[in-house]
Nanobody
Framework: QVQLQESGPGLVKPSQTLSLTCTVS??????????WSWIRQPRERGLEWIGY???????LYSPSLKSRTSIARDTSRNQFTLHLTSVTPEDSAMYFC?????????WGQGTPVTVSS
């Protein structure tokens, strides 16, 4: 059974870097043909795709967030991590990790992040 679990701080101060980790169980993140995404949903707004890291380690980011985003992975721990720099209150949201190939098949439960001093 594939499971994804987000972890990280719930509160981040403005201008700091937000780092969130997604731990995957039941499936290797290096399996060909799959993409491991970060997606967020601000309160009362729609889902926003942030970026992904592929099974080969390649990355792709949303153009609107690209300058502040990096996604890395630790294959020994079967984890991938989001780093979002220079956060502002506009980055407050529920953050999800998800697996996709043709569509999103599995999601984590999400973790709330608030950016506030």
């Amino acid at each position: 059974q594939v499971q994804l679990q987000e972890s990280g701080p719930g509160l981040v101060k403005p201008s700091q870097t937000l780092s969130l980790t997604c731990t995957v169980s039941g499936f290797s993140i290096t399996t060909n043909g799959y993409f491991w995404s970060w997606i967020r949903q601000p309160r009362e707004r729609g889902l926003e795709w942030i970026g992904y890291i592929g099974s080969t380690g390649s990355t792709l980011y949303s153009p609107s967030l690209k300058s502040r985003t990096s996604i890395a992975r630790d294959t020994s721990r079967n984890q991938f991590t989001l780093h979002l720099t220079s956060v502002t209150p506009e980055d407050s949201a529920m953050y999800f990790c998800a697996r996709s190939s043709e569509g999103y098949q599995y999601w984590g439960q999400g973790t709330p992040v608030t950016v506030s001093s």
